[in-house]
């Protein structure tokens, strides 16, 4: 059992999300809340000056990138243990989670029973899942790069945006969104369809048959 408390930080856009972790990690033994954040750069900036043990990572921030942003903490503070407590379901993007330096990986249908559980397991420096992450993992990978990718609604619109052409700030006028924003679900997209540029994702997409 740990003497000291260990420091956890959460970094969601969603502010009920913060709440509720909140609300549930806050009295627990052994944990301290170090802090909550709804930008990838303002928890950047905290770690930098803080010490982090544990750090309950969504993937899809205002922005950033979850996935690159958890290579920049493992860069920044290598002790600190990342969780990423996520909707996102691929196997590809757990995978680049743990390449990236992960410790584990969540789903936001989990229990409050099993992300105790989790952050314990991290803790202790044990690679951990959700029971539902467990599942997925342990499905078959067969045809699983055939596969084709699995959008939001969303991401679908901007992708047909981008096949025609439009600026990131076009888009975002057309769609009522931030530059911002459009610009992490276009990173969001390069990233499910594991490409480097617009021109590989409009083919990846068009072989697939979604634009």
């Not at 408390?5 to 502010?15: E, F, P, R, S, W």
């Not at 609604?153 to 769609?175: D, F, M, N």
């Not at 459009?182 to 499910?192: A, F, S």
Request: net charge negative.
């Amino acid at each position: 059992m740990w003497t000291d408390k260990a420091t956890l930080a959460i970094v969601d856009d969603h502010l009920i999300v913060l709440e509720g972790l909140q609300k549930l990690l806050t009295d627990l033994d052994g944990i301290e809340i170090a802090g909550c954040f709804t930008l990838g750069a303002t928890f950047i900036a905290f770690l930098k000056e803080n010490k982090v043990d544990v750090v309950l990572l969504d993937i899809t921030l205002p922005d950033a990138n979850g996935i690159e942003l958890c290579k920049e903490i493992k860069k920044i503070s290598p002790h600190t243990h990342v969780l990423a407590l996520s909707n996102h379901s691929q196997r590809s993007m757990i995978l680049q989670m743990l390449q990236n330096g992960a410790t584990g990986y969540m789903l936001k249908n989990i229990s409050s029973v099993e992300l105790i559980t989790c952050i314990n397991d991290a803790l202790q420096g044990r690679i951990t899942f959700s029971n539902a992450v467990k599942e997925i993992m342990a499905q078959p990978t067969m045809n699983e790069l055939d596969a084709p990718a699995q959008l939001t609604k969303r991401e679908k619109e901007i992708l047909c945006l981008i096949s025609q052409g439009l600026t990131t700030p076009v888009i975002a006028e057309r769609l009522h969104l931030s530059p911002l924003t459009v610009e992490t679900h276009r990173k969001n997209l390069l990233q499910k369809f594991q490409v480097k540029n617009v021109a590989s994702l409009i083919k990846a997409a068009m072989d697939q048959g979604l634009v």
